[in-house]
RNA sequence: GGUACCGUGGCCGAGCGGCUAGGCAAAGCUCUGCAAAAGCUUCUACAACAGUUCGAAUCUGUUCGGUACCUCCA
């Protein structure tokens, strides 16, 4: 392999190659779920994005600290910092403690990305459990300058902070623009500048989730509880801070000034952010109502959809767009990327089984040259999958005789093949078969067929054939034999 | 309104100055008692118009269409 790593940064709209802070080791930061809700596909689709970076860093060698935090507290509802508490507004709406919104949802969460194969993080900090990091960070932004008490309540000095830094340096905004459309206050608030963001928030009297601070009792601002959490574990200074990309211009932009404001860097090197999913060309967002739950995709239990896709199904279908680009879910596309995965882990199985001869008629070091020099570029699946599909089809022709195979290569082919495909893409193959009884029982009725055939008794053939697919068993005539699967 | 981004064959999607991915669908073929599955082959597109260039899907400009952000969202 002769080329590098590269990586789009957001910071400075370039792609360049990556080169870590302390060599050999990664440490990765991605902004995780605020859990009040089901996660949906284009949550899913961030996750998986950051899962094939992390798989793919360590792949490398690289050591990995991957850190992705849990939000439950202080993500407020609309305007800014007015709104209400998510977690206490849906455990009103659910009539259980904010705590019960916590763990259901959370627990949700979990269980989907273990459905689409990702590796949990290194460390899966949680917000509460990380208060007085951030109320020591918050005195020290205050300390700096930059942040001031109102009310009990303390907010960030955005027009303070631009004047010695680039408040805006990650969104590319103008800041006079921003300070001029954002909506007009009411004549009550507490905030000096439009811009403001809290820090730390007054809780009022019938607000649940709230800590003891130095200003009182209240809880953290949203922003904060990432600045806190990416400096405890990766240091001041790390190597990836990532994201979707509508964290950009508020989350992100004021993680970055709170870092800048508290410990006088920036936190991270390269800042990765993933696209939108859409649907019919739309945004999937919870406020828009057009969002799928994965478990709604697996059953195809959803009025868009026509049937049900297997998670590894809609995994390859997310790895043939980049992670950078918006991709459009229907159903043709997921039915395409479910014939598509087949016929990939199909030739996985196949390499490993293929008959050799003396010459190869095909380079394996070609095709392990392009597929790592897709992926060195700023990860790019699409293109290491379409060089892994040359590779299905020469393992077709190698196995219908058309092409030749040596022993080396053979193996070096088929040890590549499911390396990329199951370790770096993490595309597994579906639940294999059944269980023992049940392989038993279908070798037993494939054989009695196989007689029924050869005494060209189809009538007996077909109806074990026909009522095998009524019970949901599909019977292939192959070359090599009969084999089933199971739909 | 402001700011970005995007418009690629029937569909999904790479590519981002010359060599014109890949998947699916379709057609033909092979295999087959039939079927299904599988495999092989074929199919040359880049919104429109103008410009730069020996050469543009790729650069520039204009127009049309779409999306995102500016308010919580991955």
């Keep these: ?125 949680t917000a509460t459990g990380h208060i007085i990091e951030q109320i020591e960070m918050t005195k020290k932004i205050i300390a700096n300058g930059y942040a001031y008490e109102s009310n009990g309540s303390i907010y960030f000095d955005v027009e303070k902070f631009s004047k010695a830094y680039n408040y805006t340096a990650l969104s590319n905004r103008n800041l006079d623009e921003l300070l001029n459309n954002t909506r ?55 190597d990836i801070h990532g994201g979707g990309m509508d964290l950009v211009p508020t989350h992100h932009t ?18 990765v952010h993933t696209n939108m999913l859409t649907v019919n060309g739309q945004k999937m967002s919870k406020s828009l109502g057009n969002s799928f739950l994965p478990a709604e995709l697996f059953s195809g239990n959803h009025p868009l959809l026509e049937r049900g896709y297997s998670p590894m199904t809609v995994r390859f279908f997310m790895l043939q767009a980049h992670y950078r680009s918006t991709l459009d879910l229907s159903n ?71 092409e030749t195979l040596t022993a080396a290569d053979q ?16 595309l597994k193959p579906e639940q294999e078969a059944g269980t023992e009884k049940i392989d038993g029982l279908m070798k037993m009725l494939i054989s009695m067929r196989a007689e029924a055939k050869n005494k060209k008794d189809f009538a007996t053939s077909d109806f074990i054939r026909d009522q095998l697919k009524e019970i949901g068993i599909e019977i292939k005539d192959g070359k090599e034999g009969t084999s089933f699967s199971i739909l």
């Design 184 to 238: 007009t206050l009411d004549g009550q608030d507490e905030k000096k500048g439009r811009l403001d963001f809290a820090l730390w928030i007054k809780a009022k009297p019938e607000h649940i989730m709230r800590w003891q601070s130095p200003w009182g009792e209240g809880f953290p601002g949203w922003h904060l509880e990432c600045s806190a959490m990416s400096s405890k574990y990766l240091g001041n200074e790390f």
């Design 411 to 426: 193996a070096a082919l088929a040890q590549f093949l499911n390396q990329m495909v199951k370790d770096v893409l993490g």
């Design 1 to 125: 392999m002769n080329s590098e790593l590269k990586i789009y940064n957001t910071l400075n709209r370039e792609t360049s190659i990556f080169k870590p802070i302390h060599a050999g080791l990664v440490g990765m930061y991605v902004c995780g779920p605020t859990v009040y809700s089901n996660a949906h596909l284009g949550n899913a689709r961030t996750y998986i994005s950051f899962d094939i970076m992390f798989r793919y860093f360590l792949h490398l060698g690289y050591k990995v600290r991957y850190v992705r935090n849990i939000t439950d507290a202080g993500h407020l509802e609309g305007d800014r910092d007015e709104g209400e508490d998510k977690f206490a507004k849906k455990a009103k709406l659910e009539q259980l403690e904010p705590m019960e919104i916590v763990q259901k949802y959370s627990l949700d969460f979990h269980e989907v990305l273990r459905q689409f194969n990702t590796l949990p993080p290194s460390i899966e900090p």
């Design 254 to 271: 004021n993680e970055i000034a709170q870092n800048i404001a508290c410990h006088h860097t920036q936190p991270a090197r390269y800042w």
């Design 332 to 402: 043709e596309a997921l039915q395409a990327a479910e014939k598509g995965l087949a016929r990939l882990l199909n030739a996985c199985k196949l390499a490993s089984q293929l008959k050799t001869g003396n010459v190869s008629s095909f380079s394996v070091e070609e095709l392990k040259d392009k597929v790592y020099a897709a992926l060195n570029e700023d990860f790019n699946t699409p293109i290491a999958l379409a060089n892994l599909f040359e590779a299905v089809k020469y393992v077709n022709l190698v196995n219908d005789g058309k």
